[in-house]
C-alpha cells in the first residue's frame, strides 16, 4: 500500500541535520565506529518525510571553502575560534562527525535512492537551496535552522524551523515581523548577522533595521549611523554577505530519486540499524518512500 505523495520538494540544510544529530544520538555506535550521526540524520529524514507525505528530498551540503571569505576574511572566523578551544574530547567528536558527514553524501544517502545530493566549492548550502527555490513552478519546503533562509519565503516557499519545529509561511512570517521576506536580507545587511561575524551598524538589531525599512526610524542618532553605514560602503558589503544565492552561477539538474526495498534493508543492516527494521516502523518506510 501506498500513501497520495504531495507535490512538495522538501530541502534539507544538511549541515543543520547533520549537528543537530551529532548532539542527539552522536554517541551511538556499531563495531567500534560511530554511527550516531549517520542515525540520526536519517531518523529525522524518514520523520520529515512522513510529516509531509513526500519523498521528492534534496539535500545541500556546505563547501569547506568560501567565497565569502575573499571579501570579508572575518566571516564566521567566531567558529574557527571556538573550535580551537575544545577540549581534546569535543575536537574528537567533531572530526567524526564530519567522517559521518562524508559518508552520508558521498554513499549512504546515494545507496538509499536519493540522487539529489549537492555540495559545491565555494558555496554554502543557503546558495544551493537558493538556486533551487527560483523555479517557481513547483512548492518548497526548507528545512534549516538558519535564519538567512527566511529571504527566500515566498508564495511557492515555506520555511521549517528545524529547531523550534515550526513552518514559516509567507503570511506567517508577515504576521512576526511585518514585512515581506523579501525585505529580510537587507534586515540582515543593516542589522548583521552575529552567528557568521558579520558586522552591521553598531545599535541596530533586527527590529530596529524593520524600522529603518519600515520608515519609522527617519531621525536621530541611529538614522545617521545607518546612512553613514550606507555611505562607507558597509551595508553594501553586507548584501554582498548575506543575499542568498552570492551569485547566479550555480547551475544544478533535479532528477527523480531511485528508492528500492532491498537497498533500505542493505543500509540498515550494514550499519545495525535495528529500529529501522522494526516492522511498524519500516511498514511507514515502505509507504512514504514507495518501497
Given at each position: 500500500?501506498?500513501?497520495k505523495?504531495?507535490?512538495q520538494?522538501?530541502?534539507?540544510?544538511?549541515?543543520?541535520?547533520?549537528?543537530?544529530?551529532?548532539?542527539?544520538?552522536?554517541?551511538?555506535?556499531?563495531?567500534?565506529?560511530?554511527?550516531?550521526?549517520?542515525?540520526?540524520?536519517?531518523?529525522?529524514?524518514?520523520?520529515?518525510?512522513?510529516?509531509?507525505?513526500?519523498?521528492?528530498?534534496?539535500?545541500?551540503?556546505?563547501?569547506?571553502?568560501?567565497?565569502?571569505?575573499?571579501?570579508?576574511?572575518?566571516?564566521?572566523?567566531g567558529?574557527l575560534?571556538?573550535k580551537?578551544?575544545?577540549?581534546?574530547?569535543?575536537?574528537?567528536?567533531?572530526n567524526?562527525?564530519?567522517?559521518q558527514?562524508?559518508l552520508?553524501?558521498?554513499?549512504?544517502?546515494?545507496?538509499l535512492?536519493?540522487?539529489?545530493?549537492?555540495?559545491?566549492?565555494?558555496?554554502e548550502?543557503?546558495?544551493?537551496?537558493?538556486?533551487?527555490t527560483?523555479?517557481?513552478?513547483?512548492?518548497?519546503?526548507?528545512?534549516?535552522?538558519?535564519s538567512?533562509?527566511?529571504q527566500?519565503?515566498?508564495?511557492?516557499v515555506?520555511?521549517?524551523?528545524?529547531?523550534?519545529?515550526?513552518?514559516?509561511?509567507k503570511?506567517?512570517?508577515?504576521?512576526?515581523?511585518?514585512?515581506?521576506?523579501?525585505?529580510?536580507?537587507?534586515?540582515?545587511?543593516?542589522?548583521?548577522?552575529?552567528?557568521?561575524?558579520?558586522?552591521g551598524?553598531?545599535?541596530i538589531?533586527?527590529?530596529?533595521?524593520i524600522?529603518?525599512?519600515?520608515?519609522?526610524?527617519?531621525?536621530?542618532?541611529?538614522f545617521?549611523?545607518i546612512k553613514?553605514?550606507?555611505?562607507?560602503?558597509?551595508?553594501?558589503?553586507n548584501?554582498?554577505l548575506?543575499?542568498?544565492?552570492?551569485?547566479?552561477?550555480?547551475?544544478?539538474k533535479?532528477?527523480?530519486?531511485?528508492?528500492?526495498?532491498?537497498?533500505?534493508?542493505?543500509?540498515?543492516?550494514?550499519?545495525?540499524?535495528?529500529?529501522?527494521?522494526?516492522?511498524?516502523?519500516?511498514?511507514g518506510?515502505?509507504?512514504v518512500?514507495?518501497?
Amino acid at each position: 500500500m501506498t500513501i497520495k505523495q504531495n507535490n512538495q520538494i522538501l530541502i534539507i540544510d544538511s549541515n543543520a541535520l547533520g549537528y543537530r544529530a551529532l548532539y542527539t544520538t552522536g554517541n551511538l555506535s556499531h563495531e567500534k565506529s560511530r554511527t550516531g550521526v549517520i542515525f540520526g540524520f536519517l531518523h529525522q529524514v524518514f520523520k520529515i518525510a512522513k510529516k509531509y507525505k513526500s519523498n521528492h528530498i534534496i539535500f545541500c551540503w556546505d563547501s569547506k571553502q568560501s567565497f565569502r571569505k575573499i571579501i570579508y576574511p572575518e566571516y564566521k572566523s567566531g567558529r574557527l575560534k571556538k573550535k580551537k578551544e575544545l577540549s581534546g574530547k569535543e575536537k574528537y567528536n567533531l572530526n567524526d562527525a564530519y567522517r559521518q558527514f562524508g559518508l552520508l553524501k558521498r554513499e549512504i544517502l546515494f545507496k538509499l535512492g536519493f540522487v539529489n545530493v549537492f555540495m559545491e566549492p565555494g558555496y554554502e548550502s543557503d546558495d544551493l537551496i537558493a538556486a533551487i527555490t527560483k523555479d517557481k513552478k513547483n512548492e518548497y519546503i526548507i528545512f534549516s535552522n538558519d535564519s538567512d533562509l527566511y529571504q527566500l519565503i515566498s508564495d511557492n516557499v515555506s520555511y521549517h524551523d528545524l529547531g523550534k519545529d515550526k513552518l514559516v509561511t509567507k503570511k506567517i512570517f508577515y504576521k512576526e515581523h511585518g514585512i515581506d521576506p523579501d525585505y529580510w536580507a537587507e534586515v540582515k545587511a543593516i542589522a548583521g548577522c552575529a552567528t557568521d561575524d558579520v558586522l552591521g551598524i553598531k545599535g541596530i538589531g533586527d527590529n530596529r533595521a524593520i524600522d529603518y525599512i519600515q520608515g519609522r526610524l527617519n531621525s536621530g542618532k541611529l538614522f545617521e549611523r545607518i546612512k553613514e553605514g550606507k555611505d562607507n560602503g558597509v551595508i553594501e558589503r553586507n548584501r554582498k554577505l548575506v543575499c542568498l544565492p552570492f551569485d547566479d552561477d550555480i547551475k544544478l539538474k533535479i532528477k527523480k530519486n531511485e528508492f528500492k526495498r532491498e537497498k533500505f534493508i542493505e543500509v540498515f543492516n550494514r550499519h545495525s540499524f535495528r529500529s529501522f527494521l522494526e516492522i511498524a516502523y519500516f511498514k511507514g518506510l515502505e509507504k512514504v518512500f514507495e518501497l
